[in-house]
């Protein structure tokens, strides 16, 4: 199994930036990639950035050259950030984190709003 905890979501004026961290723990071992996806009211669940074990990176064209997907791993934990700048309104979504291994699994989801 595998247990993961995002943090990072707020309210930001357009233009600006966050950062979200998801921390995953348990059988990391497991985990050949991960990744970041968001959901908007109304619309379907769409990837933002990936990242796989050997750190080859995966990029929606709706956030090429505004967000960052990186991650650090340890014995025991794996993290995986994202680095929003220049950030829109139609950024806002909840966004959630995602890990790939045997199973599928997904962390509880972080609210990120863009509004001035």
């Known amino acids: 199994q595998v247990q993961l905890v995002e943090s990072g979501g707020d309210l930001v004026q357009p233009g600006g930036s966050l950062r979200l961290s998801c921390e995953a723990s348990?059988?990391?071992?497991?985990?050949?990639?991960m990744g970041w996806y968001r959901q908007a009211p109304g619309k379907e669940r769409e990837l933002v950035a990936q990242?796989?074990?050997?750190?080859?990176?995966?990029?929606a064209d709706s956030v090429k050259g505004r967000f960052t997907i990186s991650r650090d791993s340890t014995t025991t934990t794996s993290t995986v950030y994202l680095q929003m700048n220049s950030l829109k309104p139609e950024d806002t979504a909840v966004y959630y984190c995602?890990?790939?291994?045997?199973?599928?699994?997904w962390g509880q989801g972080t609210q990120v709003t863009v509004s001035s």
């Open positions: 995602n890990a790939l291994a045997i199973d599928v699994y």
């Open positions: 348990g059988r990391v071992f497991t985990i050949y990639a």
């Open positions: 990242i796989t074990r050997d750190d080859s990176t995966t990029y």
